[in-house]
């Protein structure tokens, strides 16, 4: 929680981040999310950093779920 907390500036916002300011997948630019997704990330999840923005917070905790798991085999 306290990780969601730092990345979200405290309102755990699936929204928070500097993606909303660019709003294109295509950029490397952007962060998003409970955790700042960014593009590699997000390609690496195979989601879009778009969906992610238009996630519940609840519907993006899978995802970060996905993140530390992938990242705990590697």
């Known amino acids: 929680?306290?990780?969601?907390?730092?990345?979200?500036?405290?309102?755990?916002?699936?929204?928070?981040?500097?993606?909303?300011?660019?709003?294109?997948?295509?950029?490397?630019?952007?962060?998003?999310?409970?955790?700042?997704?960014?593009k590699d990330a997000s390609d690496h999840l195979k989601v879009k950093r778009s969906e992610l923005y238009n996630m519940t917070a609840e519907k993006q905790l899978?995802?970060?779920e996905k993140w530390f798991l992938l990242k705990t085999k590697n």
Not at 12 to 30: E, L, R, V
């Open 62 to 64: 899978d995802y970060v």
């Open 1 to 38: 929680m306290n990780i969601i907390a730092f990345e979200t500036a405290n309102t755990f916002s699936p929204q928070a981040g500097t993606f909303k300011n660019i709003m294109d997948d295509d950029k490397k630019a952007g962060f998003v999310g409970l955790i700042q997704f960014g």
